[in-house]
């Protein structure tokens, strides 16, 4: 049978050693101590001892079960177990946290270590010695099965065992110790691994060496711990203090250690940096107001980890504090070491480092920015971290949600620490609320929520403010959403990271569309909105087409005046009295109320037709839509049009004129040559208006109006509505040549509307002349023929040399009046041809069309070698240009 010391590791260890190398124990001797060393690298537990743990997760789950009662219940059974056990230290010491979600929260600080603590006694160390074995033993358990947890204490009032009780000492404290406390020869009691120093060398004091340092003091193991401790709750021990220059923790100069133990209670210290780092950060934020409850909530999140930090400081504190009570030491393997503390502390100081990046990153941060700073830190491959970032980032972001769902069920916002992303500027007033009141502070958007969902969210609370301030419409926002509110913040915040795209938001849709659908639904059914944009469409867009031309008949003689002799009653008196005779007198009394007339800055020389203007009033909720810019531009585009339609009215005069003429003048043949020219001149005119009325009317206001009113039919909420409404009046503006891009075109275009006027009072001028010769001719005539009827000579001599002379006189003009037409035939052909090569090169492909349609004959291209390129080769070159 084998002798135990033949079934130990270290000897099963090294005979495998000896086995696969095929050399003798002594030659093997350096490849034993490297595979010890590989054996006890394993720092990872096998075995989950944390009953805290267990116990937690058990009351989580019943919760999450929403079974509060039976969690009630299993705690105050738990509690009653713990009273029954002897010993509360020996279950306590085993609870190590392993996880911050699933241990309590409620240690506190623990209190200073005292400074008047004792070095372990003589007897504890020499029965640490006789308890200690060789090899992979004098490690301790770790070596085998992962690090293992505080050791458990003896209970209160139990002698400290001496030597040669080891199998009694085996069953009291359980088998977990008895793997540590295996009977061994006094051959290998004093035997240690490499680099591991033994029970006894840990507290007894070296004696100095010679050549050490005059008046260094030996510091034993035992005593860093105590400093270790001091330092991992920031407090400056005997032998390692804090250093204000190099902003570390340091190993007094005077204290003799070796080069293993200073190296691992620097490593140890380490948590010591960490810890006031985060306390440092949490103390001063947490008294400042100004850094709001997202702050204030990152804060307190710290504060909960720092006291899962300092619950372990209380185990450890613990166990160091009974066995010196007891005056027991259990040896080498179960007590308080270094090497322990650096396997115990490796997930604390990992958590730390996570905080400590969170303090450095979220510096200067507050709001919905410094939710971005904690959401970025969980886009690691590290579950432990992400699981940590992910447990503090649901804290932090809990009052941004309770922001987000006061705007979107409630309208309100109250944030006066400006941490939501939803921005209220209180200076604005009740007409521009829509637009200025509240915009989105980009800089607070969180990075976990998309730019479309915060669109939306401002939307929601922004249409609910617009009901109740500018509307007037007192319904409570309850009945206008029937999304009910959430009566679990933190669920929401766990589907806000784990179910952005349903969950989180099916919520924030389905409040949006139930408010902007209300919202739309007031403006139609109770303000008429689709009613007045109809309105606007026919009488500032000139859709209106009875009520146009009579406007313009009954207007003719009041704006053919100076227009500084104008008065406003006198045409809205004439306004009122064309509605009254067209189809625009069945229109709502709400719409001919708004409309009206408007007469603008008078310039010298202007006349009626320059000055004067249709008007639409707006207010309420509707000039939320027809805002003062729009209601400008819409101004613009009238007189545009107005000009235009005035254009064709006179051009509908000439025409007139020439079929009365035409009869009238049938005496004066010398005078038809006069006629032909006007009449072609002013066919050319025609053509040129009927083109620029059919492209303004039809593919500029009927299709963009068209896309509006399908866009304003598919609307989800009112901005929909503003952005179709402007982007139809900026089509508008554009395509009737009104932008800036336009102005050399609508200067030609302008050029060409003034050779029309020009055609009228010249023909006028023309026509008067040869009607007066007419009658002249006429009167003679009549006059001799009732000489004649007397019975006397019908003219005398100088009679006929004064009519023959007069006549002669007439004939002398007319090649003055053919004259002047070809001047200004002229000049309006090459005004026209300017304006056929201006479009030739606009980038918008209806204006190319729209040369083509003017110069359907090639008349022009004719005379002007710069039309004389293709058509597809214009656009080909105005698209490279």
């Known amino acids: 049978m084998a002798t135990p010391d033949q079934k130990s590791p270290n000897v099963l260890l090294q005979s495998l050693c000896c086995r696969i190398l095929g050399r003798s124990e002594a030659d093997v001797a350096q490849q034993f101590q490297y595979a010890v060393r590989v054996i006890g690298s394993n720092f990872a537990p096998t075995v989950e001892r944390d009953e805290f743990l267990v116990a937690e997760k058990i009351k989580k789950e019943l919760t999450r079960q929403r079974r509060e009662a039976d969690a009630a219940l299993f705690s105050e059974l738990h509690r009653k177990l713990h009273s029954q056990v002897s010993s509360y230290a020996t279950l306590f010491a085993q609870a190590l946290p392993r996880d911050a979600h699933s241990t309590p929260y409620y240690y506190a600080r623990p209190q200073t270590l005292p400074l008047n603590y004792q070095e372990r006694s003589a007897p504890s160390a020499q029965s640490s010695g006789s308890l200690g074995s060789s090899g992979i033993s004098s490690i301790g358990v770790h070596t085998l099965n992962g690090p293992p947890p505080p050791p458990p204490s003896l209970l209160p009032g139990q002698s400290h065992p001496g030597p040669g009780t080891g199998d009694c000492l085996r069953q009291q404290l359980g088998a977990r110790l008895a793997w540590t406390l295996t009977a061994s020869q006094p051959s290998l009691q004093t035997t240690t691994s490499k680099g591991v120093p033994s029970a006894t060398s840990r507290s007894v004091t070296r004696p100095r060496r010679d050549g050490d340092a005059g008046g260094a003091v030996e510091v034993t193991e035992a005593a860093l711990v105590r400093d270790i401790l001091y330092v991992f709750q920031g407090i400056d021990g005997r032998n390692i203090k804090m250093s204000s220059a190099d902003n570390c923790y340091k190993v007094e100069g ?96 990992i958590r730390l480092k996570t905080l400590a990046a969170l303090v450095d990153h979220c510096q200067g941060r507050k709001g919905g920015e410094l939710a971005s700073a904690v959401h970025a830190y969980t886009k690691t491959g590290d579950p432990s971290m992400r699981s940590l970032v992910q447990h503090i980032l649901s804290l932090v972001s809990h009052p941004v949600l309770s922001f987000l769902y006061r705007w979107i069920y409630d309208g309100e916002l109250e944030d006066a620490h400006h941490e939501f992303f939803v921005a209220s500027d209180p200076t604005v007033k009740t007409d521009r609320l829509w637009h200025d009141k509240y915009t989105l502070r980009t800089s607070m958007i969180p990075s976990f929520m998309t730019m479309g969902q915060c669109r939306k969210v401002l939307l929601i609370g922004k249409s609910i403010n617009f009901l109740h301030q500018v509307c007037h419409d007192q319904t409570p926002p309850a009945k206008v959403i029937a999304v009910a509110r959430s009566a679990e ?238 982007a139809f009046l900026g089509t508008v503006i554009s395509r009737c040549l009104l ?68 006549v002669r006189e007439f004939r002398e003009s007319i090649p003055k009046m053919c004259s002047q037409l070809r001047i200004l035939t002229h000049f309006y052909q090459g005004v026209v041809q300017q304006f056929l090569v201006l479009l030739t090169t606009s980038p918008d492909e209806s204006l190319r069309f729209l040369s083509f349609r003017l110069d359907f004959n090639e008349h022009y291209r004719a005379r002007e070698p710069r039309l004389r390129v293709s058509l597809g080769a214009r656009g080909r070159r105005s698209s490279h240009t």
Request: glycine share 4%; proline share 2%.
């Open 489 to 726: 913040p933190l669920q929401d915040a766990a589907d806000l990271f784990t179910d952005l795209e349903n969950a989180f938001q099916g919520k924030i849709d389905a409040a949006y569309f139930e408010t902007s659908k209300y919202l739309l639904d007031v403006l139609n059914r109770k303000y008429s909105l689709l009613d007045h944009m109809q309105a606007v469409r026919r009488y500032l867009l000139l859709g209106q087409g009875d009520f146009i031309r009579h406007l313009m008949d009954l207007l003719k003689p009041e704006l053919a005046r100076p227009a500084t002799t104008l008065y406003q009653h006198n045409l809205t008196g004439i306004l009122e009295t064309a509605v009254r005779a067209t189809n625009a007198q069945f229109d709502s009394p709400e719409i001919l109320r708004r409309l009206d007339v408007r007469l603008l800055e008078v310039s010298p020389g202007d006349t009626g037709w320059d000055v004067f203007s249709l008007d639409y009033h707006v207010d309420g909720p509707i000039a939320t839509v027809f805002t003062r810019e729009c209601m400008s531009h819409y101004l613009r585009v009238f007189n545009f049009l107005w000009r235009a339609k005035r254009m064709e009215y006179i051009l509908t005069d000439i025409r007139k004129g020439h079929m009365c003429n035409a009869k009238l003048l049938r005496n004066l043949p010398e005078f038809s040559g006069v006629l032909h020219h006007c009449h072609i001149l002013a066919s050319e005119m025609v053509h040129f208006i009927h083109q620029m009325q059919y492209y303004i009317t039809f593919e500029v206001l009927e299709c963009s109006w068209d896309e509006l009113w399908n866009q304003v039919q598919q609307a989800q909420d009112l901005d929909h509505i503003i952005a179709a409404h402007e």
């Open 739 to 806: 932008d800036a891009d336009s102005r050399a075109l609508l200067n030609q275009l302008r050029a060409v509307f003034d050779q029309i006027i020009e055609l009228q009072s010249t023909q006028d001028a023309i026509c008067r002349a040869a009607l007066e010769e007419l009658q002249r001719r006429l009167q003679f005539e009549d006059k001799k023929q009732q000489r004649e009827a007397e019975g006397q000579w019908g003219v005398t001599a100088a009679e006929e040399e004064q009519e023959s002379q007069r």
């Open 254 to 349: 005077k204290a003799n250690l070796n080069r293993s133990l200073r190296d691992t209670a620097m490593r140890l210290a380490e948590l010591g940096w960490l810890h006031n780092k985060i306390r440092k950060y949490t103390d001063q934020r947490s008294l400042d107001r100004s850094f709001g409850l997202v702050g204030q909530s990152f804060c307190a999140a710290l504060h909960q980890e720092l006291k899962e930090y300092y619950r372990l400081l209380s185990v450890l504190h613990s166990q160091l504090q009974l066995e010196d009570d007891q005056g027991v030491n259990l040896g080498f393997e179960s007590s308080l070491t270094l090497r322990r503390l650096l396997v115990w502390t490796y997930d604390p100081k």
